[in-house]
Structure formats: C-alpha cells, structure tokens
C-alpha cells in the first residue's frame, strides 16, 4: 500500500478559525447562524495535469488524505491493515458550532474526524462496534443523533451515538453508544427521511424481526428511544423473493405526479427490481410499482433528483459479470410513479464496478469502487455527462471491490468526503 505523505509536507497551511460554543445564559432568540468558514482555494493540493499529489483527477482537489490506521489511534496494530477497512460514510454539521464531521465506517466500529480545518483533519472520537466486526457498516443521522447498523454479525441491532458529545473533545476520545435498539438483529443498511423522523433499516438478517429482509421502520420522534413502527417488503422481489432491500431512499413527494404529492414514498433497490412504495400510514404500507430491466445482474443502491423527476440507480454487479462494456448508470423517469420507464443508460470512462451515489443539486457524486469518485453533471436530467473524478486507488482501474465506496457531498463548505476500502478518508473539493 502507498506510503502516506502528510500533506502539510506539500502545502502551506492557513490557520482557520472556528466559532466557539455561545456561553453564558441562554439567549430567548435563536441564535445567529455560524459564520461560512474561510475559502480553502490556496489551502488544498490542487488537480493540475490530471493529477493532486500523485492521484489520478479531473476538476477535483485534494484537501487531505486520512490513512485507514490513522482515523482511529491507537486501534490498527501495525502490519495488520489487510484485516482492517473502511466501508461507508456520512456527515454531520454541529448546527450550534457550524463545524462539519465525518462520520467513516471501520470494520471494528465508527470513526469520527473533525473537519474544522479540511486540510487538517482531526480523528477525534470512535465508537466501538456494539458486537464483533463486519465489513458492512452504514450510518445515518437525525437530529444530531448518529444511528448505526451492521450487517453479517448477529445481535449488533442499531447503536444510538448523541452527537453533541462531540463538542468540546480535545484529544481522541473513545465513545460508548446512548442507546441500542435491538428490535433489529444484522442489517445490510439503513436510510432516515429526516423530514418525517421516521428510519428504515433493511437487508435485515440473522433474527429479530427481519421483515423479510424489506422495510424495518423505525419511530425517532424520541431519538435516544427508537420504537418499532411497522414492516413493509414488497413479495416477489430480491434473489429470494420475499422483498429484501438492499438500499431505500424515503422522501415527502414534491414531484410531478400530483396523485401522490404530499405522501411519504421510498424508492427501494430490490436486488431485481426497483421498488416505488407509500409508507405514509406505517400500518398500511401499499407498493405502487415495481421495475426492472432484461440485463439486470444486481440493483443495488440509488438516488432522487431533487425534483423528484428521476431516479439514478447503480447496479453493482453488471460490469464484473459482463453483462455491460462500462460502467453503467441507469436513469428511470418516474414522472408516474406507477408506471417508471427506463429513460436511459450511460457508461461510463472505465470499466470499474460502481457502488453508492448521491446527489446535490445538478451533480451526482458517485463511488466506482477501484475508479475512485466519478461526478456527473445532471443539468440535462436525462442525459449525465461527465463533469470530473478523483481516483483513489491510482493503481488500477479493474473490475474489483476495492476502493472508493461512497461519498457525503451535503457539506455547506463546499467540501466533500469520500470513504476508500484501504485508503481511508479522503477529504475533497470539486473545482467551480
């Protein structure tokens, strides 16, 4: 694996200010908004000649770069990262502080690095995994609480870490959960409609109830107190037919189909089918459509645009499995969504298997595992094109489950963090 050069080696670093916590009484009116953080233009490794210290790129900075035995100190006994991985990722902003963090899935529990300074970020906390340890680890947030699931480890349930604790630590803290909710045994993922409180773990496995592997919703109204909601899974669909989810998204519909607007609706990547469903009455969950395509291998994971209009989907396996050329990204219109068509297939520059996208405004932020992070310009929603990319295993581009696994580019910022299986956090910045 690449020797690790600090980037304090290759840059000059500006010293940035950060908003200190309010003291004294509390004040009757709601506090101001934290100041934006400095620009970090000068500060970064910029993309220059297709490369930033050494890393394949296009429009892409690097910022800085967190080994995998360095996000949590102490941890990852030398000479044994080949049993040691980073998996997903997400992100929190302190609404009270204004300071970002990153919130990185390890195979023994979940990093925490503060990003005050993205040039310099900080490991400052982790949270043991709640039983032994699993390459699949995912996270969520809602109201400054992180929800944590794994999967293919029986009785790990969902670890409830209050995020507020992170004010004020120092130095590297090891954190216990607040709380675990252990109505869940295995789960493959989970996803939170922050709009409505309510959480969907899936892919559950190994006992408690699994809903057949669909929808466990969960209740957050009191974040420290989840409670059992309802199942949902739509039969027929997932290898085994009893409508395992691999991966949802639950929104409030605000989009062009007026039957539906207003309603809680979940997108889920079933395996074999999409999945269109309105939970809105957790009792009385009703599927509304369900699709799928002829060369299908594995559908596993995808996102809304922010209207609402299209649904970006990856499947994982197409590529390894020579069912497609390149890297393929499908687009479903779901201007009805009773009845999504296929709108389009676009491939991609290289061969790699794709993995998690998300998407922010008029781009898609997309992890192509050995590819590194791809960015597709969505402003014809229809027609993605190519707008720019980090590749974090410079390596290789082949067809492995390595590298890059995900993004969270929800950072007001400007910055983005991605996750890479031994890589570890990379901390990045599209070019404007």
């Known amino acids: ?136 680890r995912d996270m969520k947030v809602y109201a400054d609480h992180a929800y944590v699931v794994a999967d293919n480890i029986t009785g790990h349930g969902m670890q409830v870490l209050d995020l507020t604790r992170l004010r004020g630590l120092t130095e590297f803290t090891e954190l216990g959960a607040d709380a675990r909710y252990r109505e869940v045994s295995a789960v493959h993922n989970i996803a939170i409609n922050e709009e409505t409180g309510f959480a969907y773990a899936v892919g559950n496995n190994s006992g408690a109830e699994t809903c057949g592997g669909g929808l466990h919703m969960i209740d957050l109204s009191d974040p420290k107190n989840p409670s059992f909601a309802g199942c949902y899974a739509a039969e027929g669909t997932g290898r085994r037919g009893t409508g395992y989810t691999h991966d949802v998204q639950c929104v409030v519909y605000r989009g062009p189909d007026a039957e539906h607007a207003g309603r809680e609706i979940c997108i889920g990547s079933n395996e074999t089918a999409i999945v269109v469903s309105d939970v809105t009455d957790k009792a009385n969950p009703v599927t509304l459509s369900t699709a799928t395509y002829a060369d299908r291998d594995y559908i596993h994971q995808g996102w809304l645009s922010e209207d609402h209009r299209y649904f970006y989907q990856n499947d994982e396996n197409d590529e390894r499995n020579n069912r497609v050329s390149r890297t393929r990204l499908l687009v479903w219109d779901l201007a009805d969504l ?55 295993v410079p390596e290789h581009n082949d067809k492995n489950f390595d590298g890059s696994w995900s993004t969270y580019p929800w950072f007001e910022s400007g910055i983005f963090v991605a996750s890479s299986w031994d890589e570890g956090l990379f901390v990045l910045r599209l070019q404007q």
């Open 1 to 136: 694996m690449r020797a690790f050069v600090p980037l304090l080696a290759l840059v000059a670093v500006a010293t940035v200010a950060c908003v200190d916590p309010p003291t004294g009484p509390p004040d009757p009116e709601p506090p101001d908004p934290p100041e934006p953080p400095p620009p970090i233009a000068a500060q970064i490794v910029p993309c220059e000649g297709g490369s930033a210290s050494g890393f394949p790129c296009s429009r892409v900075d690097l910022a800085a770069q967190v080994p995998l035995r360095d996000l949590s100190p102490g941890r990852t006994p030398a000479g044994s990262e080949n049993r040691w991985a980073v998996n997903d990722i997400w992100g929190w902003t302190d609404p009270q502080t204004g300071v970002e963090y990153a919130l990185v899935g390890r195979h023994d529990g979940l990093a925490i690095v503060d990003l005050s300074t993205p040039t310099e970020p900080r490991p400052i906390a982790f949270m043991p995994s709640a039983t032994s340890h699993s390459g699949w």
């Open 338 to 392: 009773d009845d999504p068509v296929l709108a389009k297939e676009h491939l991609g520059p290289t061969e790699a298997i794709d993995h998690n996208l998300y998407v922010h405004g008029s781009l898609i932020y997309h992890s192509n595992y050995a590819f590194g992070v791809r960015i597709l310009d969505i402003s014809d929603p229809a027609n993605p094109r190519e707008a720019g990319y980090f590749d974090t």
